[in-house]
């Protein structure tokens, strides 16, 4: 018997009963989520409440102890994790640099890119175009963080996951990667953002899921 189809307009994701255990600690309990396709969704509550854990599961860096996580309606059992993760991007609050230039980051990503297309992922994210021949190790916090959205985009992901991407920058570099992120949602690309600073929320979040002690709170 085939397996059912998908329904034609599934969430972006959807979590059942999940629940995440490391050495013995209950990290989540019970998480029962509905993510939609579109705009902004910002995870927010304290440190240590499971809110990167539940981002790290969403890219299956994590698999879930109970539980299942569905990706527009197929169960992400049933993807292949590095499918997955070029459909399913994630931006880290400290930016990985690799050696070399700007454009061998982007090589990372996407081994074919060619300097024009280098360029126009840069212009995509407010860089200067002419910094794809510079070392990466040379670029700013706020020019680092940019470039990390840009190598994530280089694989035409579905969504961007971010997790407190803006924690490490001063204001003016986090305010543009604030303005980056809004620009991505208008264009149709859903993130889900990890944070703790309730301003960010207010400015950002088109729908906000709060996190205590490993639980769903109101």
Do not use: Y
Request: charge should be negative; glycine fraction near 10%.
């Amino acid at each position: 018997m085939p397996a059912p189809e998908p329904p034609a307009h599934p969430d972006l994701f959807t979590l059942h009963g999940v629940g995440l255990t490391i050495d013995g600690t209950r990290i989540l309990d019970g998480i029962d989520l509905r993510i939609p396709d579109e705009g902004i969704t910002v995870i927010v509550g304290p440190s240590g409440s499971g809110k990167s854990s539940l981002l790290r599961l969403l890219d299956r860096l994590e698999v879930p102890t109970e539980g299942r996580i569905l990706f527009r309606g197929v169960d992400l059992d049933d993807i292949d994790p590095p499918h997955l993760r070029r459909r399913v991007a994630l931006v880290f609050q400290r930016p990985p640099l690799f050696e070399g230039t700007v454009l061998d980051n982007f090589r990372v990503a996407r081994p074919s890119i060619d300097t024009a297309g280098a360029q126009a992922l840069c212009a995509r994210v407010g860089l200067e175009p002419g910094l794809c021949e510079r070392r990466a190790q040379d670029l700013s916090g706020g020019e680092a963080q940019r470039l990390c959205f840009a190598r994530a985009l280089a694989t035409d992901p579905s969504v961007v996951l971010a997790d407190e991407p803006t924690a490490a920058l001063d204001p003016d570099a986090a305010a543009g990667i604030e303005g980056l992120a809004r620009a991505l949602a208008d264009e149709g690309i859903p993130l889900v953002w990890v944070t703790h600073d309730p301003g960010q929320v207010d400015r950002l979040a088109d729908r906000v899921v709060h996190l205590a002690g490993g639980r769903l709170v109101p």
